[in-house]
């Protein structure tokens, strides 16, 4: 293929969808990184003969590298592949999105439209015996009792920006303006999606929601350097379990009913948990595994109602004893 082939696909690959955008300079300045020293000019005149055969827009660029016109795929076109997407991988692609709808905001699913929209086209397509009705055999059903937090569609996008290119960013968060944000990293946690960051010049780092966010306007700065973080170690630590910093591993044992003993069997609480008959209560289980004490497992032991009992330790089980004592004491008024 022609070298002015593979810059044209280069091109292409290298423009986003709106309302994201990239200026004509910036296409340019990666062109030149990629190998294909040509002149602005060419570039410019390589977009506006592409927009004659694909959806292209132009637009006034923002933020960094304001020169030049800024271009972007429109908005409801068509997701370009190669190679194309075939049938198996249009079926897994409307799998995910099914299972998606339960767990991230609309407005972040709102990126993936366009991969959605090819795949629903090519099953139909392929409508044949073989795939015929296949979408209306399948439904994902939430597992959250509470709906998806309502996010800044336009505040998303930029943060996922910033943390791509490694950049701060200002917002406005929890209603406080001008907040300076170095992010490291993002974690999605049942239906709610996390940015881990610093703020200003401070050390700690902060677990933020991004529905929190408003008001997001790029900077041209990078982000702290931060090479001492490992967002895997930072996880291990138990930070998205919310663990307190007077709380640690703990030795947890419990009296469980036999309904919830089954469940563990199939879903463990830890990797080396033991499960057995308890000798005084023919009908229940102990259960003894190693965890972390956080608000996420406290949680979760008073979801469990009467299935389960804590044994051990001792601090854990006089907690429990407490926040019973005020449940029952809040129903008999």
């Not at 690959?13 to 340019?28: A, K, N, V």
Request: hydrophobic share 40%.
């Amino acid at each position: 293929m022609a070298d002015s082939s593979l810059r044209l696909l280069l091109l292409l690959q290298q423009i986003p969808r709106e309302p994201r955008s990239i200026s004509s300079q910036q296409l340019h300045e990666r062109l030149e990184d990629a190998g294909y020293p040509v002149s602005l000019r060419t570039v410019q005149r390589d977009l506006v003969s592409l927009s004659s055969h694909f959806p292209l827009v132009q637009s006034t660029p923002t933020g960094r590298g304001k020169t030049g016109v800024a271009w972007a795929f429109s908005k409801g076109s068509q997701h370009l592949a190669f190679p194309g997407m075939d049938a198996v991988t249009a079926l897994t692609v409307s799998m995910a999105m099914e299972h998606l709808q339960s767990l991230l905001p609309r407005q972040v699913l709102q990126y993936l439209e366009p991969w959605q929209l090819e795949a629903e086209a090519q099953l139909r397509q392929h409508n044949s015996s073989k795939y015929h009705d296949w979408m209306s055999k399948v439904r994902v059903v939430p597992q959250h009792f509470l709906q998806a937090p309502q996010v800044d569609a336009e505040a998303v996008g930029l943060i996922y920006e910033a943390v791509l290119e490694n950049r701060k960013f200002s917002a406005t968060y929890k209603g406080k303006p001008e907040r300076i944000i170095h992010p490291y990293g993002l974690v999605q946690q049942g239906h709610t999606l996390y940015l881990i960051c610093r703020f200003f010049e401070f050390d700690d780092v902060r677990i933020t929601a991004l529905h929190r966010y408003q008001e997001v306007e790029l900077l041209d700065e990078s982000v702290r350097s931060f090479p001492e973080f490992d967002i895997d170690d930072y996880l291990d630590s138990g930070a998205m379990q919310w663990v307190l910093p007077d709380r640690q591993r703990i030795t947890l044992k419990l009296l469980v009913s036999p309904w919830l003993a089954a469940h563990l069997k199939e879903t463990p609480l830890a990797d080396k948990q033991i499960l057995t008959t308890d000798p005084q209560h023919a009908e229940r289980y102990v259960l003894e595994a190693q965890v972390l004490d956080g608000m996420q497992l406290r949680r979760w032991l008073l979801s469990q109602g009467a299935g389960l009992q804590v044994l051990e330790p001792e601090p854990l089980r006089e907690w429990m004893r407490e926040i019973v004592r005020e449940q029952a004491h809040s129903y008999m008024l």
